[in-house]
């Protein structure tokens, strides 16, 4: 049974840092995409960054560019979205989703998710 638990989220002042970890187990995600969505109250989930787990490749959201950095651990099994110079619009749930079709990029591809974390920035 897949497993995506996040944790490390919570709130913070504008232009403070949060690092959020996603533990993933149940199978083995070397083939997978691994990517970071975020949803606000009344708005859409949106995408925010991936990683293909076996190449390292990454890919973010023109909103987090230079901001976020997306990274994985192969010996923890965990995915990390360092978050720094946060915004008050940075404020949603932040979910971890593994993708098996390996395209990073694309919400409904991904199969799996975790339940999510809040991240709050004050102004």
């Known amino acids: 049974q897949v497993q995506l638990v996040e944790s490390g989220g919570g709130l913070v002042q504008a232009g403070g840092s949060l690092r959020l970890s996603c533990a993933a187990s149940g199978r083995t995600f070397t083939s997978y995409s691994m990517g970071w969505f975020r949803q606000a109250p009344g708005k859409e989930r949106e995408f925010v960054a991936a990683?293909?787990?076996?190449?390292?490749?990454?890919y973010y959201a023109d909103s987090v560019k230079g901001r976020f950095t997306i990274s994985r651990d192969n010996a923890k099994n965990t995915v990390y979205l360092q978050m720094n110079s946060l915004k008050p619009e940075d404020t949603a749930v932040y979910y971890c989703?593994?993708?098996?079709?390996?395209?990073?990029?694309?919400?409904?591809?991904?199969?799996?998710w975790g339940q999510g974390t809040q991240v709050t920035v004050s102004s």
């Open positions: 990683i293909r787990w076996s190449s390292g490749t990454t």
């Open positions: 989703a593994a993708d098996s079709t390996n395209k990073a990029t694309i919400v409904h591809l991904y199969d799996y």
